[in-house]
Every structure is written in C-alpha cells, then in structure tokens.
C-alpha cells in the first residue's frame, strides 16, 4: 500500500498521471509522468519526473525530449509555479530522463545540476568521434545501436541542444539545494546514474530499481570509447560500465534496504502500469534482480552446452520470438553481451577465434557474484 493522492488520472498504463506524496518532514512529492514511444514488448511505460517541495523546490528528471513543455503545464496542477523550481536535476543522461531538459532550463529560472561525467558525455567531440559519421552526436550516444538513419532523424536536435546546455557540476556528490538528500553514485544501467535519497523518507532511484522489469545493463565495451575524453581529474572509470557495475549498484541499493526498510522507493517507470501500481521493498526488489541476472546467467551457460555462439545466436535461442522483433534483437543481443562479458570474469565462457563465446566447462558465476564488493571504490 502507499500514500498516494491523486490528483490527475491519466491512462491505465500511467501516461499523464500526477500524484501528490506527503512526507513527514513536511516535504511534499509530486510525480508527473510524461508520455515515451510505445516500446511494444519491451515498452517502459512513461517516465516518472518528480519535484521535491521543501524550501527549495527541485525537479527531478525532464521526460523525453520535447517533453519538457508537457512537464511546466502538468505542474499547474501542482501548488508550484515553474518559476518556483531552484534546481534540475538528472536520474541518468538517457533521452527518457534528460530529453525535456534544454526546453526546461530555457523556460525556468532554475539551475541545472549534473553527474561530473553526464557533463562531459552530453557534449559532442567531432575530432574525436568513432566514425565521422557521429560528430555531431554527444559522446554517450556513440555506441548506439540503432540504425544511423533512424538517430539522424529522431536525435540530431536532441544532440545540439544538449551540446548547448548550461550546467552546474555536481562535485563530491554535494546535494546542493537541501542538507536532508544525499546522493547515491548507482552506476551500471548508465555509468552516470544518480539516486536521490530524501532523509530516511525517500528514494528517487531512476531505472536502476524498476517493478516488474529489470533495466539494461551497459557494457564494459562502451568504455574505451569514451576512454580517450576523460580529463585528467577523472579516475579511470572502467568500473562504471557493464554487468558487474550494475550488480555492485544492487549490493549497495540492497544495504541501504537493510538500513532504511520502510523508504518509500520512486521508480523512473512502473509506478502505475496496466491498471495497477508497481511497489518496491527497496531490499527484496534489489536482491531480486541480482537473482535474476544469476538466472540468465544459468541459462546462457545452457544454450551453450550445443557449442560456441555469437550473441546474436544466443539471443535467438533464449528469447521468445516476439522480443525479437524490428530492433528487439538488437535489445536482446545488448543484454547478453552484457551477460558474456560477465561470464567471461566469472571464467565461464571464452572468445573463438571466430567470435563465437565458448562455455570453458565452469559455472563459477553464482560465486562470482557473491565476491563482488559494493563498498569498492571504482
Ligand atoms: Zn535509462
Ligand atoms: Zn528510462
């Protein structure tokens, strides 16, 4: 059960909701959900921005990009003005999450603060680009997967007016704005991913906890891509990225469980889905998706009892047929290269010569996991 008002009833997958949370510090939470394309079987629902209303009211997230509009008219409905917000703020720098962003800063006199490394990845390098043909997309963007057709069209203006924001660094993860919200660094869906926790009250954690669905994790070989920009102030961030990130991220979500059992846990998708609403126990939710990469893991090792594949075949063999539809291969190929890098610091699988991954006869994985130290410093 949760303490939800509601003020504005949208569609029964949670498009155009707006709910109102008191906290007992007197805070209150709103949550606005703005609309995303429909993602057919592997739809998101919309995305969950929150504001923070104390005495210096933030936002939290900007929807998709052009949503940004949508957001400043569905605050209306709230007890705040636009002009009332002094900070935005950022879950993780996917187009979901920052899209409404450069039409938000503009049209509010609110400051934009951001991850250290959200601000180096949104801008573009054109000298440095992988292949020519991205110059002008940001640096997080490069390794995209989705046909250059399809960015040119739908990404080239979210690229520019991401290149022209104005930003604050957040250094140190200081929250700046209110001495009760502490930041949690959650890197592994996205190498800058942030959550917002709120006294012992709340927790704004983006995607890397959702109901019912489970985030991509990115992959360890996104990162020597962006290798070559990091300025010297930045540590070597390989940590960041891939798998293992991602499960360090839960050991360190399913402690704070532990910590503060009865935080009210805010999802950036699923609040309200297919007519119901999505609750997460902060421990049981985290350990539970750590449970269930163990189990991809199990039947990855599986497929590969026939002999060595490549992700594409893995995928093939592993999802079911309508996942795999238009870009659904791409989706399903991504989550198991994730896995396979995974497996291969386990010393479950190797490379062929011919690409292919290899079981080498171990299914070390299960205690891999469990060596695996939220309390490193990557
Ligand atoms: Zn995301
Ligand atoms: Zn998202």
């Known amino acids: 059960m949760n303490d939800f008002e509601i003020i504005h009833r949208g569609d029964s997958n949670g498009n155009q909701w707006i709910i109102r949370l008191p906290l007992p510090s007197g805070r209150t939470l709103w949550g606005l959900a703005t609309e995303n394309i429909y993602g057919g079987d592997w739809d998101l629902g919309p995305t969950w921005n929150y504001i923070v209303q104390g005495d210096h009211p933030f936002l939290i997230d900007t929807g998709r990009f052009g949503m940004g509009g949508r957001l400043l008219k569905m605050m209306k409905q709230t007890d705040l003005e636009p002009g009332d917000l002094k900070g935005i703020f950022l879950t993780h720098g996917h187009e979901d999450h920052d899209g409404g962003l450069p039409e938000l800063a503009q049209d509010t006199n609110a400051s934009v603060w951001v991850h250290p490394l959200y601000d180096l990845l ?3 390098y054109p000298s440095q680009a992988p292949p020519v043909t991205k110059e002008d997309f940001s640096a997080s963007c490069w390794h995209c997967f989705m046909p250059e057709t399809f960015t040119r069209s739908h990404c080239r203006e979210y690229h520019r007016q991401r290149d022209g924001l104005k930003t604050n660094r957040l250094e140190g993860l200081r929250f700046p ?3 009760a919200v502490h930041l949690h660094h959650l890197p592994g ?3 800058d991913a942030l959550a917002y926790q709120i ?4 927790l704004i954690v983006g995607d890397t906890l959702l109901p019912d669905i489970t985030p991509h994790p990115s992959q360890e070989a996104f990162y020597p891509l962006i290798q070559p920009l990091l300025p010297p102030e930045f540590p070597p961030l390989s940590g960041w990225y891939g798998l293992r990130a991602y499960i360090r ?6 402690a704070l469980g532990r910590e503060f059992p009865r935080m009210q846990v805010l999802p950036a998708h699923r609040l309200f889905y297919n007519d119901r609403w999505g609750t997460i126990e902060l421990g049981k939710r985290s350990e539970e998706i750590i449970e269930h990469h163990l189990q991809r893991c199990a039947s990855i090792l599986e497929v590969l009892k026939d002999g060595p594949q490549t992700a ?3 995928a093939r063999a592993y ?3 309508k996942l795999l539809k238009g870009f659904g291969i791409k989706m399903a190929e991504n989550e198991i290269k994730s896995h396979l890098e995974f497996l291969e610091h386990s010393g479950d699988i190797h490379w062929t010569t011919e690409g292919k991954a290899a079981s080498t006869g171990k299914a070390d994985f299960e205690d891999y996991i469990r060596r695996i130290d939220p309390d490193q410093n990557t």
Do not use: M
Request: hydrophobic content about 25%; aromatic content about 4%; proline content about 8%.
């Open 177 to 179: 704005l209110d001495g």
């Open 199 to 202: 006294g012992s009250e709340a």
């Open 312 to 314: 594409e075949e893995i």
């Open 122 to 124: 949104r801008c573009s």
């Open 319 to 321: 999802y079911q047929p």
């Open 249 to 254: 991220s839960l050991k360190r979500l399913a």
């Open 189 to 191: 869906h996205c190498p």
